[in-house]
């Protein structure tokens, strides 16, 4: 199982943070042992002091590919969710200086909540999904799948071009704006919708 997460794919997250809008798809990896299943509580490290949350839209791949045409992409791909894509913002700042790799804000262990996965038969529009994270119940992020810079479609084809696609992989597809630092305590809910799908306590 492969987490695949796409960065800066909202135009006022990467601006938030102070980024160019990307030409191109930006891929990185997490590792399985990055997954925290739905309501298991994320265990803050402790060799970061500025862990942000970054609600995003996941799917769930079907079906094996590789090199898939945009235009049969959506066939390869057949549950959604919400999911964390928690990053050590201060880890991520000290590598992106340096121009070395991603991998210790974005990979370590637990930085990928996952919630329940609905079927996409479930979901009326795909092209204009509401989802939104709420920290302590107060909402923080809100985002709409109409303000995606790469689609879907566009997302799995462009993964599909490096990286053979497998049943169960998944697919993080970018931060709407709001992200902010958790501390211990907090509780984090995700939502697709009014559905909740996601729980997840900071420990
Ligand atoms: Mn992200």
């Keep these: 199982m492969k987490i695949f997460c796409i960065g800066r794919n909202y135009a006022k997250h990467a601006k938030e943070l102070g980024n160019d809008l990307p030409t191109e798809p930006i891929v990185f990896c997490k590792p ?17 002091e500025n862990i942000h949350h970054e609600i995003e839209l996941v799917l769930r791949v079907c079906k094996n590919g590789k090199a898939i045409d945009p235009k049969f992409a959506h066939k390869y791909y057949n549950q959604i969710t919400v999911g964390i894509d928690f990053t050590a913002r201060d880890w991520q700042n000290k590598l992106k200086d340096k121009g070395q790799p991603w991998e210790i804000a974005k990979a370590f262990d637990g930085s990928a909540p996952v919630g329940s996965f609905i079927p996409l038969s479930e979901i009326e529009d795909m092209s204009n999904i509401e989802f939104s994270m709420t920290k302590n119940e107060q909402v923080v992020q809100h ?33 709407p704006e709001g992200v902010s630092q958790v501390k211990i305590g907090d509780n984090l809910e995700g939502f697709i919708g009014n559905r909740k799908l996601l729980s997840c306590k900071v420990c």
């Design 32 to 48: 399985p042992t990055a997954l925290l299943n739905d309501g298991k509580p994320f265990y803050h490290p402790n060799f970061s």
């Design 143 to 175: 985002g709409f799948t109409r303000d995606l810079i790469f689609s879907f479609d566009e997302l799995v084809s462009y993964i599909s071009r490096f990286f053979t696609i497998q049943p169960g992989d998944l697919i993080f597809t970018g931060t």
